[in-house]
């Protein structure tokens, strides 16, 4: 065989062993890439997102469209070349498999955890928005989640609201680890409590429950490595009582970060005019009760996402301002905002034509 024959077949047989090598040789990392975009002021499989019933709403026009990211499942295992070929591609983006799933988290634990923060974030985006219009809202703190094979399992039901821990009057839902915390595991910890059905009950008959008990429970220690804490088994969140009717129908969503884009697109139905203008403005963001605005993960391609579908303006949290900088995608306009004011603020100047004081994001920031 020729020298030169010999030599072209030995380079694609190995040509060939490193692209089945490729192939077959998973990576740990996992892919981001730009998820659909809905619009909060429109309708979603053909109802409302926003369903509003027992106040006077007003018409809207324009979108203010929450933004999403897709990921590969916990379970998939992406090899080389998928991975080189998301570094080299501009529209995904490739991270180390932990970054998306830490500490061996399951695809089923990753969607039930997604499920309670995207939960707990349409309630904030309910209260956010209505305090800004100065509609009283009541709030309470809640049991939301009860770990299994811990203290507090068959003690403490999700939904029980907490009013004391240890006679302590709780006002918040970080009170209540700070309480648990003061205690040495294998100590006993006091929750005066409402329980959940007569919760319900109450709010059924519109008036404030009454009935409370106590609820004595051995804590038990950290499996965190290197702590020592008293646990109960519990994460506390908190619980609203609206004076009408907001209902968000909006599924297969995950996470925390549409809460921004709920909460504007509440207060524009609750409002005469236009919030936007008739402009398309998308955003992200979380919120919580008291409207600050907080960073999420992936904006590059929420960005990306949202210009796709035509997205002149991007309500982007300031602390994700310098990242979505960075490679910001021609024709759309990065809008920095740290609460629902300053969105409120941005879109009165988008509306009004007065683009030149937006406040937009830069690579500093």
Same mark, same amino acid.
């Given at each position: 065989?020729?020298?030169?024959?010999?030599?072209? /077949?030995?380079?694609?047989?190995?040509?060939?062993? /490193?692209?089945?090598?490729?192939?077959?040789?998973? @990576?740990?990392?996992?892919?981001?890439?730009?998820?659909?975009?809905?619009?909060?002021?429109?309708?979603?499989?053909?109802?409302?997102?926003?369903?509003?019933?027992?106040?006077?709403?007003?018409?809207?026009?324009?979108?203010?469209?929450?933004?999403?990211?897709?990921?590969?499942?916990?379970?998939?295992?992406?090899?080389?070349?998928?991975?080189?070929?998301?570094?080299?591609?501009?529209?995904?983006?490739?991270?180390?498999?932990?970054?998306?799933?830490?500490?061996?988290?399951?695809?089923?634990?990753?969607?039930?955890?997604?499920?309670?923060?995207?939960?707990?974030?349409?309630?904030?985006? $309910?209260?956010?928005?209505?305090?800004?219009?100065?509609?009283?809202?009541?709030?309470?703190?809640?049991?939301?989640?009860?770990?299994?094979?811990? +203290?507090?399992?068959?003690?403490?039901?999700?939904?029980?609201?907490?009013?004391?821990?240890?006679?302590?009057?709780? $006002?918040?839902?970080?009170?209540?680890?700070?309480? @648990?915390?003061?205690?040495?595991?294998?100590?006993? @910890?006091?929750?005066?409590?409402?329980?959940?059905?007569?919760?319900?009950?109450?709010?059924?008959?519109?008036?404030?429950?009454?009935?409370?008990?106590?609820?004595?429970?051995?804590?038990?220690?950290?499996?965190?490595?290197?702590?020592?804490?008293?646990?109960?088994?519990?994460?506390?969140?908190?619980?609203?009582?609206?004076?009408?009717?907001?209902?968000?129908?909006?599924?297969?969503?995950?996470? +925390?970060?549409?809460?921004?884009?709920?909460?504007?697109?509440?207060?524009?139905?609750?409002?005469?005019?236009?919030?936007?203008?008739?402009?398309?403005?998308?955003?992200?963001?979380?919120?919580?009760?008291?409207?600050?605005?907080?960073?999420?993960?992936?904006?590059?391609?929420?960005?990306?996402?949202?210009?796709?579908?035509?997205?002149?303006?991007? /309500?982007?949290?300031?602390?994700?301002?310098?990242?979505?900088?960075?490679?910001?995608?021609?024709?759309?306009?990065? @809008?920095?905002?740290?609460?629902?004011?300053?969105?409120?603020?941005?879109?009165?100047?988008?509306?009004?034509?007065?683009?030149?004081? /937006?406040?937009?994001?830069?690579?500093?920031?």
């Amino acid at each position: 065989m020729p020298r030169r024959t010999a030599t072209m /077949l030995a380079s694609t047989l190995m040509l060939i062993a /490193l692209l089945c090598a490729g192939v077959f040789l998973p @990576v740990p990392y996992a892919e981001m890439s730009p998820g659909p975009t809905v619009n909060t002021l429109g309708e979603h499989d053909g109802e409302p997102v926003l369903q509003i019933a027992g106040h006077k709403t007003y018409p809207t026009d324009g979108h203010l469209n929450m933004t999403t990211v897709r990921v590969t499942s916990a379970d998939y295992r992406m090899n080389l070349v998928e991975a080189v070929y998301g570094w080299l591609a501009h529209d995904y983006k490739i991270v180390p498999h932990d970054t998306l799933y830490p500490d061996g988290k399951t695809e089923e634990q990753s969607t039930q955890e997604n499920a309670e923060e995207f939960s707990q974030s349409q309630e904030s985006a $309910k209260v956010a928005a209505l305090k800004e219009l100065d509609v009283p809202v009541q709030s309470w703190v809640i049991v939301s989640t009860v770990v299994k094979n811990t +203290p507090a399992q068959g003690r403490l039901h999700a939904g029980d609201v907490i009013k004391a821990v240890d006679g302590t009057a709780v $006002k918040q839902p970080s009170d209540v680890a700070k309480l @648990v915390t003061r205690h040495k595991p294998g100590e006993d @910890v006091v929750f005066t409590i409402v329980p959940a059905k007569e919760q319900a009950a109450a709010e059924k008959a519109r008036k404030p429950a009454t009935a409370t008990k106590d609820v004595t429970i051995r804590t038990a220690q950290s499996t965190d490595s290197g702590t020592k804490r008293a646990i109960v088994g519990i994460s506390a969140g908190t619980d609203h009582t609206f004076p009408f009717s907001i209902d968000i129908k909006l599924a297969d969503v995950g996470g +925390p970060s549409a809460g921004l884009m709920f909460a504007l697109g509440i207060y524009d139905k609750l409002t005469p005019g236009s919030l936007t203008g008739g402009k398309f403005v998308a955003g992200t963001g979380t919120i919580d009760d008291r409207g600050k605005v907080g960073p999420i993960g992936g904006v590059e391609m929420k960005t990306v996402g949202a210009r796709e579908r035509g997205a002149q303006y991007f /309500l982007t949290p300031a602390d994700n301002c310098a990242a979505a900088a960075k490679d910001t995608p021609a024709g759309l306009t990065l @809008v920095k905002v740290n609460t629902i004011g300053d969105a409120l603020g941005a879109l009165a100047d988008i509306r009004s034509g007065k683009t030149a004081d /937006l406040p937009k994001c830069t690579a500093k920031g």
